[in-house]
């Protein structure tokens, strides 16, 4: 067989192959793939048991942030203890990178999963998490949750002896002579 017949036989299996495959798109808004567990998307606030925040504001994420787009407005009672004003979130730049979730040693802070949030007005992409309500009392994330921490540095390795200076093959002739 020619090899443009070998072509065509080749165009003419990936064809057939390809129409008895079943689709592999779905037909949103009426179907919808299921997001694996790590999809980043806006950021959130996560609850507990109880449904109250976990945010102590202790404004770690907001310093995290490399895009500057959270901003955390506190007060600070007489008696220390905190209050959040406002818990700030500029969705319209975030690039969803996660560093918030990571920095927050409360687990406070996730990325949702909610990926319709497009809209016509630029505005409602700047919005509050949170608005007037005291700040959690501390409780930190289970170990298992915290990133590992880093190894210890190495010792650093003994100085090495510089070797004594070996006198040239040459030179012990040069001397014998
Ligand atoms: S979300 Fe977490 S890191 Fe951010 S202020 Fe609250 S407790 Fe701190
Ligand atoms: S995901 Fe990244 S860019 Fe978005 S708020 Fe968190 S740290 Fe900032």
């Known amino acids: 067989m020619s090899i443009w017949g070998i072509g065509i036989l080749n165009g003419l299996r990936i064809t057939m192959k390809n129409m008895l ?9 009426h179907e919808k ?24 504001a202790c404004m770690a994420c907001e310093r995290a942030c490399p895009d500057h787009i959270i901003k955390i407005d506190v007060t600070t009672g ?14 319209g730049a975030c690039m969803m990178c ?18 319709e949030l497009a809209t016509v007005n630029v505005e409602d992409l700047v919005t509050a998490l949170l608005v007037d309500a005291p700040a959690a009392k501390p409780k930190r994330k289970a170990a298992a949750e915290r990133p590992a921490a880093p190894a ?3 010792a650093p390795a003994a100085p090495v002896e510089p070797a004594a200076p070996t006198e040239p093959a040459d030179a012990k002739e040069v001397d014998g002579d």
């Open 152 to 154: 210890e540095p190495a």
């Open 21 to 29: 495959r079943g689709p592999i798109t779905v037909k949103y808004p």
């Open 78 to 91: 007489e008696d220390r203890s905190k209050h959040i004003d406002r818990w700030g979130y500029e969705l």
């Open 33 to 56: 793939i299921e997001l694996p567990e790590r999809a980043r998307w806006a950021v959130q606030l996560k609850l507990d048991e109880d449904g109250a925040h976990k945010c102590t």
């Open 98 to 115: 996660g560093l918030c979730v990571e920095s927050c040693s409360f687990d406070a802070v996730e990325m949702g999963h909610d990926y």
